[in-house]
């Protein structure tokens, strides 16, 4: 994963809301349409449109068109992609239940 990839999807996680719309998304067993998304959250269409366009740019989400509907599903392939980087670079990669040493 580039540093370019990792720092988008960080900072789409980083907004509440944005990882609240992620984690309903991830947690569907299916497709979701974009008006489903709209009705479960207490903010305007438009903003939930922003928070899909972020969560797409940042690769954690797909949109299929379907005539005038937009169906998105959450790549949780991604996000593991994402986690093992994560790990990676703070260098918990390869350490299997190793704790933290705390000072």
Do not use: N, W
């Not at 690769?59 to 980087?85: H, K, N, S, W």
Request: aromatic fraction near 6%.
């Amino acid at each position: 994963m580039d540093a370019t990839q990792f720092q988008r999807i960080a900072k789409a996680l980083a907004d509440p809301r944005r990882f609240e719309i992620f984690e309903e998304m991830a947690a569907a067993t299916d497709e979701m349409a974009c008006g489903r998304i709209v009705d479960k959250f207490p903010i305007s269409q438009a903003t939930v449109s922003h928070h899909i366009k972020e969560l797409t740019d940042a690769g954690l989400i797909e949109i299929r068109p379907e005539g005038q509907f937009r169906y998105c599903r959450a790549r949780t392939d991604v996000l593991e992609e994402y986690m093992e980087e994560m790990k990676r670079r703070v260098g918990l990669a390869g350490r299997k239940g190793a704790k933290a040493k705390r000072t």
